[in-house]
């Protein structure tokens, strides 16, 4: 209950593509959804976050989509770039004392073709 | 602004030998620290995390410990190190009553 399952593990698209990861979780006591991005040799940095009483948050060209019901939740980088070239995680947490709990989804490497 | 830093950069270790990694945070304060370790190619696997001073909490068994010996100072260490133990060690911050956390640049450990 407590995994968070990421999909795909490695995704190619072109340059000006729509590149879309998905999480799935099964802890309906999460209420946080934040997406990382790390580049070969750094730390994750916080890329977008959600959560739950929203259905879609966007910041530039990031989107995550949030379905509630489906405990389903996407992100989307529309007019793909190289430099967005990068290792994407999802976590979720459940909040309240335990917000430090992060639970992260195994990343998707995601490769933008020029 | 906060910053967090960790040393060294990059540590080549023998199998058996001592391991210390230390992580440092400025510009805030009592923050909830965090080691992750990376495999090539992998998640996170998160190993401990700190609430306070001296409040070490272990999420996976090792050989592997961690010691806050003050509130912005965060240390990994081994007695002996295995070659299981390479890998990308990141340390991470984050305010007590917030979700963001906010990694280091990390540590490359490798094992021989």
């Known amino acids: 209950q407590q995994q968070v399952k990421q999909s795909p593990q490695s995704l190619i698209v072109q340059k000006g593509g729509i590149s879309i990861i998905n999480c799935a979780y099964e802890n309906t006591a999460f209420d946080y959804f934040p997406w990382y991005q790390q580049f070969p040799g750094k730390g994750p940095a916080l890329l977008i976050a959600i959560r739950p009483d929203v259905s879609e948050k966007k910041e530039g060209r990031f989107t995550i989509s949030f379905n509630k019901s489906a405990k389903q939740f996407s992100l989307h980088i529309m007019d793909s770039q190289p430099g967005d070239s990068a290792t994407y995680f999802c976590?979720?947490?459940?909040?309240?004392?335990?917000?430090?709990?992060?639970?992260w989804g195994a990343g998707t490497k995601l490769i933008i073709k020029p | 602004s906060q910053t967090i830093h960790q040393w060294p950069a990059t540590l080549v270790q023998p199998v058996g030998s001592p391991l210390s990694l230390e992580c440092t945070v400025e510009?805030?304060?009592?923050?909830?620290l965090y080691w992750y370790r990376q495999a090539a190619g992998r998640g996170l696997q998160l190993l401990f995390y700190?609430?306070?001073?001296?409040?070490i909490s272990s999420e996976v068994p090792q050989n592997l410990s961690a010691s806050r010996p003050q509130d912005r100072q965060f240390i990994l260490s081994s007695k002996k190190l295995l070659l299981s133990d390479s890998g990308f060690y990141l340390c991470a911050w984050s305010r007590g009553a917030e979700d963001t956390q906010y990694f280091g640049p990390g540590t490359r450990l490798t094992v021989l």
């Open positions: 700190s609430v306070g001073i001296g409040q």
């Open positions: 510009g805030t304060s009592n923050p909830n």
């Open positions: 976590a979720a947490s459940p909040g309240g004392d335990s917000n430090y709990q992060l639970i």
